[in-house]
Structures are given as structure tokens and as C-alpha cells.
């Protein structure tokens, strides 16, 4: 049988697994009874940890957030995984760059020596280079990250990518994050009666928390839907092109936020993208490396050939 403080430490770890467990599946899965499971929880209470719980066929247990932050028990890839995500935010995030210094430092301080040698490494060789991604706001982040967990109604204030201004009442379901630093919100938008991908960095103010909503089935690849509405939908100027290679071979040099990449054959793989110029567009499809053939649309066919054009006179002059 396990010790008291095994027993604490192994129902700590299980109960931040997720966020609520049943009384009989937290007892299952701890392999301990009922009665001594509610004094683990008590002992737990005792030590400073906010354990709700609810009684009823229907209740169960939940590690609340309590008035201090207890001790979390982390491995050594999420250790490492925090210390990465702290350098991160020290740019990504507005207002963030003392606070993420903060916690890495103390972070630092109760690493094993194996793992701050490794996280040292990380700091000492590592530099920020300035970018174009947006500064977002963490608390709006965390707010959208919490009604997706607990689906519940968000309405906020956007502007579009024409900076049209409108008021959205949404139901969210997914956070996106993009290779370029940007995050976008899964949601079906009320108003609209549609589903929506939505720049996080284009909300305005706190969005404000609503009832809760029954979810409904969601687009059936969320990923290739993000794909699609952030590299293609929302352009001017739209293609498609048959690539002369396979698409396994081509999905680590075409990122999501470019285009939507899917396999045609075992020698092909076809590419739809989009951008607010032709030049743009026929650029993008020549940075892929490989031969390629424009499947639609024909208008921009005589475009193409006059950029085509333009590169012959460009290589012929000496």
C-alpha cells in the first residue's frame, strides 16, 4: 500500500489532469476506497489546496482556484516546456516582459541542476529578433481559452480585415496558434449563423462571458478549416496549382498560414492559396521549389504570363 504523502501526491497530479472527476473514477483511478479517498481530499484542503466538491450521483471532485497558487508538480519536459514558454511571452504578449522574467527566475531557482543547465543553454544562446506579429493582451487570450473550455457565449467587439467595426456574440470551441505568432478563435458566430475564425488580435476591450450554449458538431477538420479561412478565403486574388510532388514531401515547406496543401497522387499534390496581389500569389507558388500548373482560375491565367514575361527579361539582361 502507498504511503500517505505517495497517496497526496499522485491524487494532486490526477486532479490537475483535468478539470472535474467523479468520486468512484477518482477512487478507480487512484485504487484506493471511497472513504480513504475523502481523506486525501481532506488532508489535501488542509495543506492549503481548494477542493470542491458536490454531492449526488452527479457530483465529484474539482481542484478550484483558491486566494494563493499551491505547488504544482510538473515533470522535467513540462518544466523545460515552461521555462521555452516564458521566453516566449517576454515579446508575445503586451505588459508581459517583467512578469515572464519573474516567474522564470523563480523557476530557475527550484530546478534540478540537470534541467538548469539545459534551460541556461536555451537563455544564453538565444535572441529576439523584432517581427510584425501582433502584441496580444494575455488576459483576453485566457478569457477565450476558458469559454471554449467551459462553453460558454462570448460577445466582444471586432474589426474585420477591411476594419470594419461590429459587435459578435460567438460560441467558441478552438484557439488556433500559427508558426507566424498569431492566434485565431474557432467559433459559430450568432449573428451570423455561421462558423468564423476570428483574429485574436482584432478584438477589442475584455470580451464579456455569457451563458452557457450546447455545443454543436464543429467543422469536421478544424485544422484544415483554420487553414483554409486564414490563407485562402479571405483574399482578393485566389488559386489553385497542381504541384509536380507529393504532398508528405511538401508539408514542411508550406506551412498552414500559406495554404492548403492535399494529395492528389503518389507524384502530385494540389495547392490552394491566396493573396492580394498575383505577383504575391505566383511568388508564394514558385517558393515551394517545384514545377508547377495553374488549375484555376483561367482569368488569372494572361496575369501569370505577363509576370512570366517579365522574369524572361529580367534573366536575359547582361
Not at 112 to 136: M, Y
Request: proline share 7%.
Amino acid at each position: 500500500m502507498l504511503d500517505t504523502s505517495t497517496r497526496l501526491l499522485r491524487l494532486l497530479s490526477v486532479l490537475q489532469s483535468r478539470r472535474s472527476w467523479t468520486g468512484a473514477g477518482l477512487a478507480e483511478r487512484l485504487e484506493v476506497t471511497p472513504r480513504t479517498l475523502r481523506r486525501d481530499i481532506d488532508r489535501l484542503r488542509s495543506l492549503g489546496y481548494m477542493v470542491a466538491a458536490a454531492a449526488g450521483p452527479g457530483g465529484g471532485y474539482q481542484l478550484s482556484r483558491g486566494s494563493a497558487l499551491p505547488p504544482l508538480l510538473l515533470d522535467d519536459d513540462e518544466a523545460i516546456a515552461i521555462a521555452v514558454s516564458l521566453r516566449s511571452a517576454m515579446d508575445a504578449f503586451a505588459g508581459m516582459s517583467q512578469t515572464a522574467v519573474s516567474a522564470l527566475v523563480k523557476l530557475n531557482q527550484l530546478l534540478p541542476s540537470r534541467l538548469r543547465k539545459r534551460v541556461g543553454a536555451l537563455q544564453a544562446v538565444t535572441v529576439s529578433v523584432g517581427g510584425t506579429a501582433p502584441v496580444l493582451d494575455p488576459d483576453t487570450l485566457t478569457t477565450l481559452a476558458a469559454a471554449c473550455r467551459d462553453q460558454c457565449q462570448l460577445t466582444f467587439d471586432y474589426r474585420d480585415r477591411a476594419g470594419r467595426a461590429s459587435t459578435r456574440t460567438v460560441e467558441p470551441v478552438r484557439l488556433a496558434h500559427t508558426g507566424n505568432r498569431r492566434w485565431y478563435l474557432v467559433a459559430w458566430d450568432v449573428g451570423r449563423t455561421a462558423w468564423r475564425t476570428l483574429r485574436v488580435d482584432r478584438i477589442n476591450g475584455r470580451p464579456a462571458t455569457g451563458a452557457p450554449f450546447r455545443p454543436r458538431p464543429p467543422p469536421p477538420d478544424v485544422e484544415r478549416y483554420v487553414a483554409e479561412a486564414i490563407s485562402y478565403a479571405p483574399y482578393r486574388h485566389r488559386a489553385r496549382f497542381k504541384l509536380a510532388a507529393a504532398a508528405a514531401a511538401l508539408a514542411g515547406r508550406i506551412p498552414p498560414w500559406v495554404g492548403v496543401l492535399e494529395p492528389l497522387d503518389a507524384q502530385h499534390s494540389l495547392l490552394s492559396i491566396g493573396a492580394e496581389t498575383p505577383e504575391i500569389l505566383i511568388a508564394q507558388v514558385i517558393m515551394c521549389g517545384v514545377d508547377f500548373e495553374l488549375v484555376e482560375p483561367e482569368h488569372l491565367r494572361p496575369r501569370f504570363q505577363e509576370i512570366a514575361s517579365r522574369l524572361n527579361r529580367a534573366a536575359l539582361v547582361s
